[in-house]
């Protein structure tokens, strides 16, 4: 989802900016632009193109620039087009901003205060550039900038250039995220913490509701009504060769190769000896209540399943998965003593920070499982635990699912009052799934012989029905082959209708007690001419089946499960030449609702 970057400093604004928006790449995006003041011509150019920052990088005609903003957009209002991309410009040529978020009201601010003005976009950010330029025609700059803030409902992370003061940069905050770190030789500010790396040294994260003034050296940040706001600032660690693709061709591949050292490092960070590094306090906290209501998007709601069944089976607390952009509008009953878990990678997505605001106003409990422990929503929730996938780029989320797994297991086994031995548990998932990944040519020959068609199916019952789930998510977003994951009983209720020649159905079956029935759904199937193909636990394989994996703890299953269908995603768009880390339509981080 659309990107954000501003630099102003002694070094040179391009370089850094075009390096920052190339990092928010993985976001995902269909047009970019950046508007340069060259200090040298004193002159402000404006930069835009559709498609690939490559593409902007080719039409930037500055050498060198002190100040500067960028952005890479992810249409929301208005085609993909040079026009809609940003910065956008006021039409009395002072002003350019650029802008993450949606604003609601655009359309009445359009028509109270612009009703013959002829917009240059179908966008709903070219009104904020105008309301500040109509406002600073009457007062000064940061209290016209209050005024339209003011204004504004919606979402926004903004950045402002007023092209008659080159040695300032204001920017605002309110609902989408934004950055602001301390540079050498100035200051950058940014929309994730990837655009800030090899930058910045000292970093902090926006509040809602606050702008803010920065020079090359410093930053004042200020409430809506002008009140000046104190700021401390961290370390920024993050290391840039965590973010590289190093030898593989893809960062997806990459991540899914990580995984058992993932495994394994999450291991070491929450069991010291026998013990679980989790807070008492937290533990007692959840302890105290009766229902558990997790709440995600995608793949962390697939992932939420699985805590679910987790939850469930070791605490005996029942637990329900609620998809957040429902959960916000359309709140359940929920008992009388609700706990919320909220299960995030990004921790910025939209849809949860909507039920988060609104469960902190009820005054409920919340806790956010995440991969950024920075984050929006690890900051504004109760408590927050940190699952250590590591950076994930691809946009296809896969390391980050079974990081969410592992330490949702971990949390379910702090709850409870279980003997297994857990830590054990996941250290022979890492093994298997090692073994898993010696095996990626096979796979790739089973990818070219049974997905050929543009329709396909996974099924599994219980657990294997909820990774049949995230197997097809992770199947159509990258190859864009229409996939369905099915309760595996519920296929002959209605869809098997579309079933046809070589239509490809791929079973998960890790659990002793369902695997006869999903076998003899796949017998259905097969013998409407579908191109059966399965993933089956050792201990269960029968002759003909195709991957089969090491035995692990069934409670565990889907850690290993998932791996293979990672997999077939991945080589199902290698081969249809897809671009697998960015595919069409997507962001990595949706911070719009
Ligand atoms: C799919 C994928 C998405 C995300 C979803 C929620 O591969 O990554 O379905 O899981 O957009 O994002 P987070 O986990 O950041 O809240």
Same mark, same amino acid.
């Given at each position: $989802? ?25 976001? #995902?995006?269909?047009?970019?632009? !950046? ?24 039409? &930037? ?6 100040? #500067? ?38 359309? +009445? ?22 309301? /500040? ?5 009457? /007062? ?11 204004? &504004? ?29 301390? +540079?050498?030789?100035? !200051? ?5 913490? /990837? ?8 970093? !902090? ?15 004042? @940040?200020?409430?809506?009504? #002008? ?24 960062? $997806? ?13 999450? @291991? ?12 008492? /306090?937290?533990? %007692? ?12 998007? #995608? ?8 805590? %679910? ?27 009388? %003593? ?13 849809? &949860? ?39 994930? @780029? ?165 850690? &290993? ?6 997999? @077939? ?18 962001? %990595? ?5």
């Amino acid at each position: $989802m659309c990107g954000i970057v501003g630099y102003l400093g002694l070094n040179d604004a391009k370089e850094i900016i075009l390096n920052g928006l190339k990092r928010l790449e993985y976001r #995902g995006y269909d047009s970019a632009g !950046m508007s340069l003041y060259d200090g040298e011509n004193k002159t402000f150019q404006l930069f835009k193109e559709k498609g690939r920052i490559v593409e902007l990088e080719k039409s &930037l005609t500055t050498t060198k620039a002190a100040l #500067g903003i960028g952005h890479t957009r992810w249409a929301t209002h208005g085609k993909v087009n040079r026009e809609n991309a940003h910065p956008h410009m006021s039409s009395d040529q002072r002003f350019s901003i650029v802008h993450n978020g949606v604003i609601d009201n655009h359309k +009445a601010l359009k028509t109270m205060y612009f009703d013959n003005h002829a917009f240059k976009s179908e966008t709903d950010t070219e009104v904020i550039v105008e309301l /500040m330029a109509l406002f600073a025609k009457q /007062m000064p700059v940061p209290n016209a900038m209050r005024k339209t803030l003011k204004l &504004l409902q919606g979402s926004y992370a903004l950045l402002v250039i007023d092209h008659e003061s080159p040695d300032t940069l204001y920017a605002a905050k309110h609902r989408s995220p934004l950055l602001l770190a301390t +540079a050498d030789d100035g !200051m950058i500010i940014g929309s994730d913490m /990837m655009a800030l790396i090899g930058t910045a040294e000292r970093y !902090m994260a926006l509040e809602d509701e606050t702008f803010l003034q920065m020079s090359k050296d410093d930053a004042t @940040i200020y409430d809506l009504d #002008g009140t000046v706001l104190p700021y401390d600032m961290s370390v920024f660690d993050m290391d840039v060769l965590h973010t590289e693709k190093g030898n593989f061709p893809h960062y $997806m591949l990459k991540e899914i190769y990580e995984q058992p050292t993932m495994l394994r490092g999450i @291991i070491s960070k929450f069991f010291n000896g026998n013990t679980i590094n989790i807070s008492q /306090m937290l533990l %007692k906290s959840i302890k105290k209540h009766n229902r558990l209501h997790i709440l995600a998007a #995608g793949t962390s709601m697939h992932a939420g399943f699985i805590g %679910k069944g987790l939850f469930e089976k070791l605490t005996g607390i029942p637990t329900e998965v609620h998809i957040a952009s429902e959960f916000a509008y359309q709140m359940p009953i929920l008992g009388d %003593k609700p706990y919320f878990i909220l299960i995030s990678q990004s921790g910025e997505t939209a849809d &949860l920070r909507a039920c988060l605001l609104n469960l902190k106003k009820k005054q409920y409990p919340t806790l956010t499982i995440t991969n950024v422990i920075t984050s929006t929503l690890a900051r504004e929730a109760d408590d927050a635990l940190e699952i250590f996938a590591g950076p994930e @780029i691809a946009v296809a989320s896969t390391k980050a699912y079974t990081a969410q797994i592992a330490v949702l297991s971990i949390l379910a086994y702090a709850l409870s009052c279980q003997t297994f031995a857990l830590k054990r548990e996941l250290s022979e998932v890492a093994i298997a799934m090692e073994q898993c990944l010696d095996n990626v040519d096979y796979i790739d020959d089973l990818v070219k012989q049974t997905l050929t068609k543009d329709h396909c199916f996974y099924i599994g019952r219980g657990n294997d029905y909820h990774v049949s789930l995230e197997a097809a998510l992770k199947l159509k977003e990258i190859s864009y082959i229409h996939t369905e994951g099915f309760a595996a009983g519920e296929l002959k209720h209605g869809t098997i209708a579309l079933i046809e020649t070589d239509t490809p159905v791929i079973a998960i079956i890790s659990n002793d007690k369902t695997a006869q029935n999903t076998r003899s759904n796949l017998a259905e199937v097969h013998s409407r001419g579908a191109k059966t193909l399965t993933i089956v636990f050792e201990s269960l394989q029968e002759p003909g089946d195709e991957i089969v994996l090491k035995n692990v703890n069934p409670s565990l299953a889907p850690l &290993l499960t998932v791996l293979p269908s990672q997999l @077939i995603a991945y080589y199902a768009a290698l081969n249809r030449g897809h671009d697998i880390d960015k595919p069409r339509n997507l962001a %990595k981080s949706v911070t719009v609702e």
